[in-house]
């Protein structure tokens, strides 16, 4: 069932900004000048010693050309899923797209496309152009998602978006852990974050975090029928803000999988889109070198004197309680305040950024308490029945663990 839970897991890890880091953690692109087509593998190299440490990145692959007339075209049906990772800060409403990755299910030949797109891309977000606003990363915070994915549809070439997966930190904190990154989640999202000194910039981000999607999928296909993946699954759809059921996911993976979908590395690809730049490094995304390579960021912060003032685990999680305590004394007069506070954290999913499992649940369980009641005390029951129904499925599931 690990088949199921790739649909939302797999391709929703590669989250964007957060209040927790700032875009000061990049280190200088590697000078490695391997090259080979798109279709190169991506075997794993450990290797970590370097001539030059301060000038390149060590935990490497390759070095791969990407061409458009390298990557397959296959044929028949196929489903079109649009998934972002935004920068929304704790409580806050405004979502910028600043993940941004079409993925493309093609069922009858069992094979995946990766359409990866840079959060500067050229797009009306609704300003004059001389404000330099106009950017994708804009228009889905500016102007919603529906005119988002429009945007998205005339990048790529691609149309429609039959449905969309969107997530913030907190939330691919906890889709990292569902997969096993538990020890590691913040360092993993640091590396797939890590952007301004890369020679590509933004592309080069971009294609890490399509490589990690793709990595992803073919390492985890092999357990296709884990007992823990429906689990897994109902967990994955908790985290995320989607359009899609559970048996809508179920449905597309069996068919992709029918369709002959495995750990053949030929049947899933990353693309740039729009493909101005071409040469990319691949990196290897398992646990090792994601360790080693968040070394070399903490190193090259120091070096580079890119260190800032950052908002730390321990400053999240007193904001997170007194954002809550504030609410909880409202809950018996002012309970429209504590909607206004509290809804949007509940949608962000906000206590999964904090490390200790057990105060993260007594911040969850203190946050649905207090927004639940309100909606009940301002009589909005729908609302009310939506916290509740999480709160009795976390349950359920904590119990099926």
């Not at 279709?39 to 061409?67: A, C, I, M, Y």
């Amino acid at each position: 069932m690990i088949r199921l839970l790739s649909l939302i897991s797999f391709v929703v890890l590669v989250s964007c900004s957060s209040d927790t880091t700032d875009d000061a953690t990049e280190i200088p692109g590697s000078q490695h000048k391997l090259t080979s087509n798109s279709k190169t593998s991506t075997t794993s190299s450990s290797k970590t010693g370097s001539q030059n440490e301060d000038e390149t990145f060590v935990v490497t692959d390759s070095t791969v050309t990407l061409r458009n007339n390298d990557f397959p075209k296959p044929k028949g049906r196929v489903i079109n899923i649009m998934v972002t990772g935004v920068d929304s800060r704790l409580g806050d409403n405004t979502m910028h797209a600043d993940a941004n990755h079409l993925v493309r299910f093609f069922l009858d030949s069992g094979c995946v496309e990766i359409i990866s797109i840079p959060r500067d891309t050229y797009a009306d977000a609704g300003f004059d152009d001389t404000t330099n606003l106009n950017k994708l990363t804009n228009v889905r915070a500016n102007r919603g998602r529906n005119t988002y994915h429009k945007a998205i549809s005339e990048i790529t070439g691609v149309s429609p978006i039959h449905h969309w997966v969107e997530f913030g930190f907190s939330q691919a904190i906890g889709l990292l852990e569902i997969l096993g990154y538990k020890e590691n989640a913040p360092s993993t999202l640091r590396v797939l974050r890590s952007r301004q000194a890369y020679s590509a910039g933004d592309y080069q981000r971009v294609y890490n975090q399509g490589q990690f999607i793709r990595q992803a999928m073919l390492r985890n296909v092999k357990h296709a029928d884990d007992m823990l993946g429906d689990l897994a699954l109902r967990a994955a759809l908790m985290i995320v803000d989607t359009d899609m059921s559970y048996d809508q996911c179920s449905t597309l993976l069996e068919a992709l999988v029918a369709g002959g979908f495995s750990d053949d590395a030929s049947r899933i690809w990353v693309r740039l889109a729009p493909s101005m730049i071409t040469r990319m490094q691949t990196f290897s995304f398992d646990s090792a070198n994601i360790v080693a390579l968040n070394k070399q960021i903490e190193h090259r912060i120091k070096k580079l004197g890119l260190d800032s003032v950052k908002i730390t685990e321990e400053t999240y999680e007193a904001r997170l309680n007194k954002l809550i305590a504030n609410a909880e004394a409202d809950t018996a007069k002012r309970p429209r305040n504590v909607i206004h506070a509290l809804r949007r954290p509940f949608e962000q999913r906000a206590w999964l950024q904090v490390p200790d499992r057990k105060r993260r649940a007594q911040y969850c369980d203190r946050l649905c308490v207090a927004l639940e009641k309100s909606y009940r005390k301002t009589k909005q029951q729908q609302s009310a029945d939506r916290v509740r129904a999480y709160v009795n499925e976390v349950s359920k599931l904590t119990e099926g663990k």
